[in-house]
C-alpha cells in the first residue's frame, strides 16, 4: 500500500513538473543611462508598456489607431517617425507577418524576405530580424559592400548600420512587436 501511495505522489508531482519558459520581467529601471539631456520616462498606455527617453524637443506618443509608438517632435508635431508597433499573429509564428506585412502596411515593392531568429539576451522573449532573400538578397549583398543600407524589405528588415527587429514573448505568443 505504501508503494502505491508513493508512486502515486511521485507520478502526480512528475506530471505537474514541466519545462517553462521564464516569462519577461518588465525592468524597474532602463538598462542604461539616458542620453545627454533626455529623461527616462515609462510610458504605459493602449496596452503597452516601456521606458522611452524624452526632452523638451523629442516624445515619444502611443497610438491605438496603429497599435504602437511613435516619435514626436515638439516643434513639427505632424512630423513623427513610427518606432513600434504591434502585430496579431493569427497562427502564432512569426511568419504570419509574411502575409501581413504585404497587406497590412506601406509595403510598395514585391520582396522576397525571410525571418531569422537572433539572441534576445532576455528571458521569455524570441527576437527576430527580417532579411531580403533570393535575387533581393543578392542586390542587397552587391550594394551593402560600397554603402550603409539602413532598411531592407519594405523598411521592416534589417540592412547594414542599425537594427530593425520583431519580438515575440512567450505569454503572448499571438502578438509580435516590431522595434
Known sequence: MKKIIVYTVLGCILCSCRIIEKEPVFP?????????????EKIEQNGLKFWAQKNAQIQIQTNPAIPGAKIV???SP????MVMRLFYLP???????????????SWTQATECQFQEITSHRPGVKRYVLHPTGRDGEKY????KTEPIPTTCNGWGVGNSGIRYFEIQ???PDLALFV
Request: charged share 35%; with cysteine.
Open 141 to 144: 549583398l552587391i550594394k551593402s
Open 73 to 75: 517632435w515638439q516643434d
Open 170 to 172: 512567450c505569454n503572448h
Open 91 to 105: 497562427h502564432k509564428k512569426i511568419e504570419d507577418l509574411l502575409d501581413i506585412l504585404p497587406s497590412d502596411t
Open 28 to 40: 524597474d529601471k532602463p538598462s542604461r543611462e539616458a542620453y545627454e539631456g533626455f529623461i527616462w
Open 78 to 81: 505632424k512630423s513623427s517617425r
